[in-house]
């Protein structure tokens, strides 16, 4: 039985189906209709701008009524107005042509505009509107969504850092008890990861190009040969908040976008290694999950609290990773002066964005239920008297004990070691008595070094 009628349950995407609600903020960038929506503001933006230029005389300067009209006909573009274009599109079988004439319907009973009908989509390749249409849906998506999503949960292991900056915590390296560390100082850790990420991201500048059929003016040239249209069109690019390409093919060769795409992917990367150490984590008891009245973790086991959430996040960066690296291998690469791959590729910008942003609410929800177990953490370090070994072995260096490595080596290696037994060497030890007693006084617990001050300062 075929389900003609799409809804959120018979979508085929669950970013569309099943979480539909959780990325409902990025439909207006990357769905069609925000594509669209895009080109229009291109063409009317060119079409402003040629009006503008006083050395093109050809071309009347527009009253600020009909600038106001214009600008209304990018801030009111309505799902409607989309469909009209794709009503033009089923003709035409070229959506930017399509979108041009449907403009110049919509702006018929214009005097002004249609005086000068024919400079909408002057001298432009449809790649010329497209790419410029793409990088300002990239840079509204990561701006207006991805970012403040990161910065909740950048936010949320601050939060967690400060809050636990001083419990003790064993550390595990190799999954083998290792010299302590806070709570709060590890999640710190992973706050400053996400923070040189977010920077990254933050940084791409996302070019565009706006240069003709193969990036060297020829038809804008044709038309007014001494005027300066390189310098001209970069304002263009540049008043969008656009940087500029000089240097291009028939298409903007795309390599800003496999920029932001990469960057995505090495946050992904970080926050699957986040997600992963804070499962274990609960595995341990370290953290516990605040209950949600009414959830089930289990369909037969009724004790579980499961660290879906987590769980969750991981898969979905793991989907979105392997679209953005597609994504940055396969579209600065196009044969000769152009072919059509990217064309179908850049349609799916959504979804890589969209399964980080899902992800991203995910992790969110999952750090909001944590609460550490003070017990389950000291407890653990209280069975672990052999992470001493470090910092007396240590301070036999420093006073030129021998083998000071060794001696505790032998003493401690894959062995459990009792409080007392740790004391008992340190008191046989020839140093002076102020470090003796520091030793003595140390505890695992104890044993933290800057822990404390590193957390608080993330």
Not at 80 to 86: F, I, L, P, Q, R
Not at 134 to 158: N, S, Y
Not at 323 to 340: G, V
């Amino acid at each position: 039985m075929s389900l003609a009628v799409p809804s959120a349950l018979t979508a085929l995407s669950p970013l569309d189906g099943r979480y539909h609600g959780k990325v409902s903020s990025l439909r207006d960038h990357f769905s069609e209709h925000g594509l669209i929506r895009n080109r229009v503001r291109v063409e009317v933006e060119w079409l402003k701008a040629l009006a503008a230029e006083p050395r093109l005389a050809e071309i009347a300067p527009f009253s600020a009524a009909t600038i106001a009209e214009l600008d209304e006909v990018v801030a009111t573009f309505a799902p409607a107005d989309g469909e009209a274009v794709k009503a033009i599109e089923a003709t035409t079988n070229h959506d930017v042509k399509a979108m041009e004439y449907w403009l110049k319907k919509r702006l018929g009973h214009n005097a002004e505009v249609m005086k000068v009908s024919e400079f909408i989509h002057f001298a432009c390749t449809s790649e010329d509107i497209n790419n410029t249409s793409h990088a300002l849906m990239l840079k509204a998506g990561r701006d207006e969504v991805l970012l403040p999503a990161l910065d909740a949960v950048i936010a949320r292991f601050r939060e967690l850092a400060h809050q636990h900056a001083a419990l003790p915590m064993l550390s595990r390296t190799h999954g083998q008890p290792a010299s302590p560390t806070t709570l709060g100082k590890e999640m710190a850790n992973i706050a400053a990861r996400l923070l040189r990420a977010r920077a990254s991201i933050a940084a791409v500048a996302l070019t565009a190009k706006f240069n003709g059929a193969v990036g060297n003016y020829n038809a804008h040239l044709s038309a007014w040969p001494e005027f300066d249209w390189e310098g001209f069109n970069r304002r263009f690019v540049e008043s969008l908040g656009l940087s500029f390409n000089a240097y291009t093919i028939q298409i903007e060769p795309h390599d800003t976008m496999a920029e932001l795409f990469d960057a995505i992917a090495r946050l992904n990367t970080i926050l699957i290694d986040a997600c992963r150490d804070i499962w274990m984590y609960i595995s341990f008891g370290y953290f516990k999950q605040r209950l949600k009245e009414g959830e089930v973790g289990s369909s037969t086991m009724p004790h579980k609290v499961n660290p879906i959430d987590f769980e969750n996040a991981e898969g979905n960066l793991g989907i979105s990773t392997a679209i953005l690296r597609h994504f940055s291998d396969k579209l600065p690469i196009s044969r000769m002066q152009r072919d059509l791959t990217d064309s179908t590729v850049l349609r799916n910008m959504g979804i890589g964005f969209g399964h980080t942003v899902l992800a991203l609410d995910s992790a969110l929800r999952g750090l909001g239920k944590l609460e550490a177990d003070p017990q389950r953490l000291a407890s653990d370090l209280d069975e672990c008297w052999e992470v001493l070994a470090e910092p007396v072995q240590t301070v036999m260096r420093r006073f030129a004990i021998e083998n000071p490595y060794e001696q505790l080596k032998a003493m401690t290696r894959g062995k459990g070691i009792t409080r007392d037994a740790l004391h008992e060497f340190i008191r046989s030890l020839a140093i002076p008595e102020a470090d003796r007693e520091r030793l003595l006084a140390m505890t695992p617990a104890s044993y933290i070094g800057k822990a404390i001050e590193l957390a608080r300062a993330i």
